[in-house]
């Protein structure tokens, strides 16, 4: 059997392990659906209400309300690979969450993560 591709992963897998990762560094789901809303523009209470095998991770990110525009205020790298050097749109936004999802585990503040400008 091939690996599946993040874009095809199942969204309720994938936003389960951010909690987790988020809560076994003492951070809550909430503030994980604080900064989604914040890049994503979906409510804050939407991610917990996607039923599992219902929504792609890449869907997810396309049928995305409001993408905001200061995301590429993120910089940094996450898994080795620098956010500024991702081509693939779909990919980068995948990868400023997972960075925003790192710098709450890390300690740091909604209000610090999700850039005002």
Known sequence: MGRISIFDMDFRKVY???CAKAMRKGRTAAEVNQIISWL?????S???TI?????????FF???PAMNPLRFLIKGSICGVKI???DDPLMKDIRILDKMID?????KSTD???RKG
């Open 16 to 18: 389960d392990a951010l």
């Open 40 to 44: 994503c523009g979906w409510p804050e």
């Open 46 to 48: 939407y991610p917990e």
């Open 51 to 59: 039923m599992p095998g219902t929504m792609t991770y890449g869907d």
């Open 62 to 64: 396309r049928k995305a």
């Open 84 to 86: 500024s050097e991702i």
């Open 103 to 107: 710098e709450l585990a890390k300690g």
């Open 112 to 114: 610090q993560i999700c």
